[in-house]
T-cell receptor, first 110, second 112 residues
Framework: KNEVEQSPQNLTAQEGEFITINCSYSVGISALHWLQQHPGGGIVSLFMLSSGKKKHGRLIATINIQEKHSSLHITASHPRDSAVYICAVRESFGNEKLTFGTGTRLTIIP | DVKVTQSSRYLVKRTGEKVFLECVQDMDHENMFWYRQDPGLGLRLIYF???????EKGDIPEGYSVSREKKERFSLILESASTNQTSMYLCASLDRESYGYTFGSGTRLTVV
């Protein structure tokens, strides 16, 4: 079973700072997902990655398959980015189950 | 946009009660999932379903059962609620073409 670890567990930063959240996993995967969970509970899917890099607005996600590592970056952070960011991996094609990290709680101070 | 709706945001039940958590999706997805989320443990899979009347146990099925009588609805049942089932419960559905997951807004269940 894949072990998914995120770092840091908690991150507090000033508005405008560049944010990096890391995710590593132990077993080869077919895809990695980055999710965002705001207070109140609902989860939103941000990215699905199999290789390389994806960008959406101020969010950038990268993955290094050889290193079994992914990063989520937020440029020009804003208080509305405050949320829990969760990394999840899918191990093989045709396997729909995800294994989740425990999340990184990000707080952006105005 | 796919919508996954969970019937209750907050629920308080007594120990021993039978509890039904309902989840409905509007995009004809075959795959649906029930997770629970606890501090420090992340999301853990309770059950999933890959078609009507088809189900498979996840990592922590003990004390739970599920029902999928119609494609759009996946119900989680706590046969006899216990205090250790106090948790946030999240439902999700999967688009098999894009492998995109859509989550509901969660039900925070407290068992007293």
């Amino acid at each position: 079973k894949n072990e998914v670890e995120q770092s840091p567990q908690n991150l507090t930063a000033q508005e405008g700072e560049f944010i990096t959240i890391n995710c590593s996993y132990s077993v080869g995967i077919s895809a990695l997902h980055w999710l965002q969970q705001h207070p109140g509970g609902g989860i939103v899917s941000l990215f699905m990655l199999s290789s390389g890099k994806k960008k959406h607005g101020r969010l950038i996600a990268t993955i290094n398959i050889q290193e079994k590592h992914s990063s989520l970056h937020i440029t020009a952070s804003h208080p509305r980015d405050s949320a829990v960011y969760i990394c999840a991996v899918r191990e093989s094609f045709g396997n729909e189950k995800l294994t989740f990290g425990t999340g990184t709680r990000l707080t952006i101070i105005p | 946009d796919v919508k996954v709706t969970q019937s209750s945001r907050y629920l308080v039940k007594r120990t021993g009660e039978k509890v039904f958590l309902e989840c409905v999706q509007d995009m004809d997805h075959e795959n649906m999932f029930w997770y629970r989320q606890d501090p420090g443990l992340g999301l853990r899979l309770i059950y999933f379903s890959y078609d009507v009347k088809m189900k498979e146990k996840g990592d922590i099925p003990e004390g739970y059962s599920v029902s999928r009588e119609k494609k759009e609805r996946f119900s989680l049942i706590l046969e006899s609620a216990s205090t250790n089932q106090t948790s946030m419960y999240l439902c999700a559905s999967l688009d098999r073409e894009s492998y995109g997951y859509t989550f509901g807004s969660g039900t925070r269940l407290t068992v007293v």
